[in-house]
């Protein structure tokens, strides 16, 4: 018992470990809510696509020593519109113009900042995160920037759903589904931008996209599921970095592992979408068609 | 009050440089139900675009309302072909119902008394009652139109588009549907819908408009017997197809 009380309380001395608590928590809840309309358009694809864009920016406001959280927001967005206005050529598809622009924007990240001094120290933060190296002014960015994406989807939600469901229809009654798209994008580099310091950029995406599926399997109500991804988001987060403490191993990595595992419990037990749910409900109906057949034969 | 709620003239559109519609003319008026009829690629699915300002016209005006189509843009009310729908979006028959008037909320999204009052009816006049808290991924064909033609009905529009509204649904809302643009057209709604169902538009429909790139013929439906203008439309194996399952024989 007191084992337990002192790997619950005993990272609460360090001041590091606080703030690392706080941005993990934070970055779980934001990117629940988020990632549940990246999961529900389908767009995980994107949501990678950003999290390699923000890179470069990221790597330019580390060289130049300035705001790393606004450095990768202005290079995700201006990614995102660049893939925006090429994927307008219809000879190609959507997919392979985000296939090139994400790879050169990590190749551009990866020159800019083998230009810095300590290149493969700084490298190593940014593709795997050093949440526990985390300042004070990073915790109130993620803070602040957290809470202005929360108000956002609260204020965008309704419209945001309108234009998934039907982009046809919602374009029809005049909805502005062109600058929803890019609010949303928008929205989603912000999300992987405050959320690279706690699992660094190869691995923001799970964040991002495996909270808000595992919520997708335990429901049929999005308001249900827009509470329950930030609560596994933030829930995981939180045990990844409980675990890092315990076994002295990657937080990075175990956050998203964490997540990964609520993931497949949620697969294999989800009350009506899980797979041992569903098993067993075909088996009774092969078992209901058996009996059927019995009857009709006697 | 006669006025057009509808009123197309001299309309040309292009797509991808291609002319898909040319010389247009089309006039609905109150209470009119017109059928939408043509083969594939004729232009009947752009029409509608038109109409709901989703294209802009190359040549000639769309006048809705008096308006221009994209000032109308919100009054208007559609039903997209299904598969224009996320149907595995999870969301309850009654809120997908609702996101028919989003445009109308406020920013955060509040719902007036007016909006539920608006979405309650339209639910019930499509005969989902008892559904309404039913996920739309478990509906069936029929249910998923009702969903479609009700959330177009929340917006309590005096123009109704549907694109091919009778398309693979059962016979119970084929029934429902049918009687329901009936009453519409009674209570002075303009309906236009596009259709395949020769047969089902000749008996619903008030007016057909037959369409291959331009108007062919206009009319009422026992004034439309001459073969010739099917074939004009169709072509002459699917003219004849058609003409046999109305019983018109050459």
Redesign the interface.
Known sequence: MNAVVDLLAGPWEYDFWRRALLVALLSGLVCGVVGTHVV?RGMAFIGDAVAHAVFPGIATAFVLGSNLVIGGAVAGVVTALLIAVVAQNRRLKEDSVIGIFFAAAFGLGIVILSAAPGYGGSLESFLFGSILGISDGDVVSVAVIGAILLLAT??L???L??A????????????PVFWLDLALYVMVTLAIVISLQAVGNVLVLALLVTPAAAA?LL????GV?MLLAPVIGAGGSVLGLYLSYAFDLAAGGLIVLSLTGIFVLCWLFAPRHGLLRRTRRSQSTSDGLHGALVEVKS | MNEPVLDIVGLAVDLGGREVLSEVDLRLRPGELVGLIGPNGAGKTTLL?TA???IPPRRGTVAVHGRTA?QA??S?G?V?QRH???WD????VA??VA??R??L?G???RRTEQDRTAVDAAITRVGMDDLRTR?V??LSGGQRQRVLVA?ALA?QPRLLLLDEPFTGIDAPTQELLSGLLTELRDEGVAVLMTTHDLAAATTLCSRLCLLNRTVVADGEPAALADTDIWLRTFGLDRAEQLLRSLGVSR
């Open positions: 529900l609260g204020v939600n309704g419209r759903v309108a998934t469901l039907d982009r046809e229809q919602a374009r029809a009654v005049g909805l997708r429901t049929d109500r999005l599921m | 675009r709901l300002g989703l994209k843009q919100g208007v559609y997209p224009e729908f996320a979006f999870p969301i309850s809120k997908a996101t028919g989003t445009h909320t920013l955060l999204g996920p991924g478990e959330r917006l």
